[in-house]
């Protein structure tokens, strides 16, 4: 539970903040958001065993 309260909070902040930015602007921080969402995902999945040895 605590954690959906910090993620609406986190949504609710940033949100908040793109609706103050000029549309470029909000689609450029979106597009970067998204490629390293994209890279970190290609990281993951090629080497899914790393992290597990904790």
């Given at each position: 539970?605590?954690?959906?309260?910090?993620a609406?909070?986190?949504m609710?902040v940033?949100?908040?903040t793109?609706?103050h930015?000029?549309v470029?602007v909000?689609?450029?921080?979106?597009?970067v958001?998204?490629g390293?969402?994209l890279v970190?995902?290609?990281?993951?999945?090629?080497?899914p065993?790393?992290?597990t040895?904790?």
């Open positions: 539970m605590l954690l959906l309260v910090a609406l909070l986190l609710g940033l949100l908040g793109a609706a930015l000029p470029p909000t689609l450029i921080a979106a597009a958001i998204t390293w969402l970190f995902y290609l990281r993951e999945r090629r080497n065993a790393e992290g040895s904790r």
